[in-house]
């Protein structure tokens, strides 16, 4: 009595391999009963994933079971560097696909995109038509192949690739002649009198064409993931989603949305935004959803310039991805849980990832407007001038695409790096608009405008922050010095003298301050008198608290300006 063969559930299957290690998930695919089936009905990322974290020479028995569409997939994925292929790249698939199965390895190549081996064979190999008295230069001509009807000799070019390569092309074409002798002498004689650049070119659009299908554009078309929309626009009557960032097709391989590259520590979890939107979402909008992210990564990889064929920088991405829709969701659904599911279902992915950038952008735009007003301190070196972690925040906001300075809400890091969170982008907006106050006040309130720091600054390197120039005036005040400009060596004996005597003198100048900030409303971050004056006592007490600690910590009378930093000092 026979019994039916078992047939894996595929879509049980997948959910299984999200959570697995690369190893894990090879051992699991070559366990299933009808492990053809499934090798050819698991989307070519995930494959492509499991094999780049296992290794090639580890990975053999799934890549001899690949069909030759898959072969062609992954060679599109790492067998190209921007828009040159990658011979070395090349030549380690070639021989992992003829070690793994030698007359399975042909047959896949056999089935490859004729101008992507009408390219390796030109550019490659060189070849001679014998009838026509054609031979190469020499009695050597290293490794080659005479074809059967004694009409061409092929030789390959040791110059413009590694062995791996050309050992494979070799081995190829010989075993090619006993299977289709016809189609290898019809490429053969075609190559001759393609030229190379044009083969390039076709072989690579047809790349591009088969990568766009998993949302991996060309780089020009992908760029419009980092196009700026309106946050507050309510898009969901008035945008329609783009046709590729729609429900999953119906065919397996193309759907990703159990892809072995989903953060689901997050994303499963409902650590994230996302992930909490999801926790609450019926099922078909769920695999939608991340479908859709899959996509939107894919497109920003490419948009970036990263290389598709780099799993782990491609996890990255799409963490990116995850994070970016989720301040967009965040924000759209004002605080409320429950309008999260509601948010989903209007906006697609990639439009939530534009939304998301778009609010950084539109800090980097209100902040620029800051910089171009001469009057708010800020042009010219004034950036040069911030506070620290101040200057480091303008310095990401202002990047081509606004970046989040790490160091703001964690003192030890020093990177710039994507918005991960509303908050984040509260925080930034913050400080920023802290950076500009600061400026403003320096500029408005103690007069200090370019031309006068330049007649003290000659190297921009050297130009004192705003909590310097605010402490020195305060110096200048305490010392009654009608002066500005830095400190000398003996202004700063002096003043440590008086702060060693009292400390409490700074609280005149801070008051002062306030009032000055006051009546100088508004300012860039303070629209009313009382927001000015809250934020420049603020502001008062953060560099009298800093001159305090730094002057308690030196002996006054043997203090050395050279190492003073609370205050501008003459150098």
């Given at each position: ?29 070559l366990?299933c ?23 090639l020479?580890?990975?053999?028995e799934?890549?001899?079971l ?20 990658d ?18 390895g ?5 089935n ?6 009408s390219?390796?064979?030109k ?16 009695d ?5 192949t ?7 000799l092929?030789v390959?070019?040791?110059?413009t ?6 050992t494979?092309?070799k081995?190829?074409?010989?075993r ?9 002498l019809h ?7 393609e030229?190379p ?6 072989a690579y ?8 299908d998993?949302?991996?554009?060309d780089?020009?078309?992908a760029?419009?993931v980092?196009a700026y929309?309106?946050?507050d ?17 119906e ?29 609450r979402?019926?099922?078909p ?39 970016t ?15 999260l599911v509601t948010?989903?279902e ?12 778009s609010?950084g ?6 902040f ?7 009057d708010n ?8 001038r911030?506070?620290?972690p101040l200057?480091?925040v ?5 990047q ?17 790096r ?26 408005r ?8 720091f ?6 921009d ?10 402490a ?7 010392l ?8 000398s060596?003996?202004d ?9 005597e009292?400390e ?9 301050l ?6 100088l409303?508004?300012l ?8 000015a004056?809250l ?5 008062a ?7 305090t ?22 150098r």
């Amino acid at each position: 009595m026979s019994t039916a063969p078992l047939t894996t559930d595929l879509a049980q299957l997948r959910r299984r391999l999200q959570g697995e290690s690369g190893n894990a998930r090879l051992a699991t695919i070559l366990d299933c009963p009808d492990v053809i089936r499934v090798v050819r009905n698991l989307p070519l990322q995930d494959l492509y994933t499991t094999v780049r974290e296992v290794g090639l020479g580890d990975a053999l028995e799934l890549i001899e079971l690949l069909s030759p569409a898959q072969v062609q997939g992954f060679l599109d994925l790492d067998g190209w560097r921007h828009d040159r292929l990658d011979t070395v790249s090349i030549g380690r698939w070639l021989e992992a696909l003829l070690t793994a199965n030698a007359e399975r390895g042909v047959k896949q190549l056999r089935n490859l995109d004729v101008e992507l081996l009408s390219l390796l064979f030109k550019v490659h190999t060189r070849i001679y038509d014998l009838s026509n008295d054609e031979e190469p230069a020499g009695d050597d001509v290293g490794l080659h192949t005479t074809t059967p009807d004694g009409r061409y000799l092929v030789v390959y070019d040791s110059s413009t690739a590694d062995d791996r390569l050309l050992t494979g092309l070799k081995y190829a074409v010989e075993r090619m002649f006993d299977k289709d002798m016809k189609f290898i002498l019809h490429l053969i004689e075609g190559v001759r009198w393609e030229l190379p650049s044009a083969l390039e070119e076709e072989a690579y659009r047809w790349r591009n064409a088969r990568l766009s299908d998993l949302g991996f554009d060309d780089p020009v078309s992908a760029r419009a993931v980092f196009a700026y929309v309106d946050p507050d626009k309510d898009m969901a009557d008035s945008v329609q989603a783009p046709p590729s960032l729609d429900a999953p097709p119906e065919e397996a391989i193309y759907n990703l949305s159990t892809s072995v590259l989903l953060p689901l520590d997050h994303l499963g979890a409902g650590d994230s935004v996302l992930g909490a939107a999801l926790e609450r979402a019926p099922a078909p909008l769920r695999e939608r959803v991340l479908h859709e992210v899959m996509l939107t990564a894919n497109r920003l990889h490419m948009a970036i310039g990263a290389d598709p064929g780099d799993a782990e920088a491609l996890k990255d991405t799409v963490q990116r991805v995850t994070d970016t829709a989720g301040i967009a969701l965040a924000y759209r659904a004002q605080g409320e849980d429950d309008r999260l599911v509601t948010v989903l279902e209007s906006l697609s992915v990639m439009r939530l990832f534009q939304i998301g950038h778009s609010l950084g952008l539109r800090l980097q735009s209100e902040f620029k407007r800051q910089v171009k007003n001469a009057d708010n301190g800020l042009s010219g070196a004034g950036l040069l001038r911030l506070d620290a972690p101040l200057k480091e925040v303008a310095a990401a906001i202002l990047q081509r695409r606004p970046l989040c300075f790490s160091g703001l809400l964690a003192p030890e890091r020093v990177d710039a790096r994507p918005f991960r969170s509303l908050h984040e982008i509260a925080e930034t907006a913050a400080a920023l608009a802290e950076a500009a106050f600061r400026a403003a006040l320096v500029r408005r309130g103690l007069g200090y405008d370019e031309a006068t720091f330049a007649e003290f600054v000659q190297d921009d390197a050297e130009q004192p922050t705003h909590a310097q120039v605010l402490a020195t005036s305060w110096a200048h005040a305490l010392l009654d010095k009608d002066a500005r400009g830095p400190l000398s060596d003996e202004d700063v004996v002096a003043f440590a003298a008086l702060l060693a005597e009292d400390e409490q003198r700074f609280d005149g100048p801070a008051d002062d301050l306030a009032e000055r900030a006051g009546a100088l409303a508004p300012l860039p971050g303070a629209r009313t008198k009382e927001e000015a004056q809250l934020r420049a006592a603020a502001w008062a007490r953060r560099v009298q608290n800093a001159i305090t600690e730094e002057f308690s910590s030196l002996d006054a009378e043997h203090i050395d300006p050279r190492f003073v930093q609370s205050v501008w000092v003459a150098r």
